[in-house]
């Protein structure tokens, strides 16, 4: 009885060691592999091959415009911008420095970059990798200018301080408005020799002020002029859908951004976009009513050409689960709308 009872201890021994074994190298897997997955935003950013300071700008938009840099399709671009008064303010302003405020050097926009290949017809492919923030932004009520222009006619003007680790900033003492940096200003050259304002939106892109623009968004832009003449700025730490003031939080910037050229796909009359979650359009006019009609249009086309769909069908799934949004309505005489369209309705997440 005893050897029996002295048998049966060592075989529990055995089998408690084993299996404390078996969690042990278990749970060093797991940490292993929570190492592994573990997200690093600074590892996933492609390492800058070229770089734009802020001083190398412009601030219309023509075909004539020069190109600061020559790139080939796939380049890695890390681009400084200017805040959008073109440093007409500074983090001490206040708001006498509105009366001598000039809109002729608003917008000022880091590039053209011309890229290597881009000939019209094509579509270029922007990739937002990364987007800090830099030191300080402000906001703005320019009289005159504004969605309710004719009801707020005093002058208004509010300076942050910001850093690139900053998530939110206190507008009161309870009130917290969280910072989603985003360009303002993302842009192809159009085919004109005009020099046009960077204030409206248009189908080349431009001053599109779309808050969901953010860090890991991939632009798609239609190519109007060879080598594309790819330009960025007007950067916004933080906006709500519509601008409707006339500014954002508007803030100098840092982007690292990807540039490819796209052939023989899909051809496309205005910017679209996708994140990880859906897939956008977006579209410009002088009315909401028309913009709007013009996105569910291009996601209809988008629904039929990429995902087989009938026009009916189409139509049909964007009131079901489409999302139209108010990009902006300031910038006249155009204003933007886009239409998102989740990937997991899609299947395509």
Known sequence: M???YFTWMIVFSFMYLFQACE??????????????QAPSSEKDVPEPQYTLTKDQT??????????VLRVPSGAVIEAFTEDASDEQFSSESDVSALESLSFDPIHPLT???????????DVLKVTLHKIDLMDWGWTAIVPGFGFLAEDFTEPYLRTYELNKDLKEIAFTDKIKV??????????????TEEMLSTIPPR????????????????VYFP??????????????????????????????MRFVYEIEVLKGGRSIAEPEYETDDYYAVTAFAETLDEAAKKAVRYMVDYLVEEHGLSQN???????????LKIAEVVDVPNMLVAMHMSKDVLGSR
Do not use: W
Not at 111 to 121: K, T
Not at 203 to 218: C, K, R, S
Not at 225 to 231: I, K, R
Not at 313 to 323: E, F, R, T, V
């Open 58 to 67: 412009h601030n219309k938009f023509s075909k004539t415009i020069p190109p």
């Open 111 to 121: 590039g053209p970059v011309y890229v290597e290949g881009a000939q019209p017809g």
């Open 23 to 36: 969690q042990s190298s278990s749970g060093s897997d797991a940490d292993t592999q929570e190492v592994n």
């Open 313 to 323: 069908d189409a139509y049909a799934l964007c009131s079901l689960a489409g999302d």
């Open 223 to 252: 190519v109007f002029v060879e080598g594309a003449l790819f330009s960025i700025g007007d950067a916004h730490a933080a906006q709500g859908h519509g601008e409707v003031c006339g500014t954002a939080i508007e803030a100098p």
């Open 2 to 4: 005893k050897k029996l």
């Open 178 to 191: 969280p910072l989603r940096p985003f360009p303002g200003v993302m842009a192809v050259a159009p085919d």
């Open 203 to 218: 189908a080349n892109g431009g001053n599109m002020d779309d808050p969901n623009i953010v860090e890991g968004t991939t």
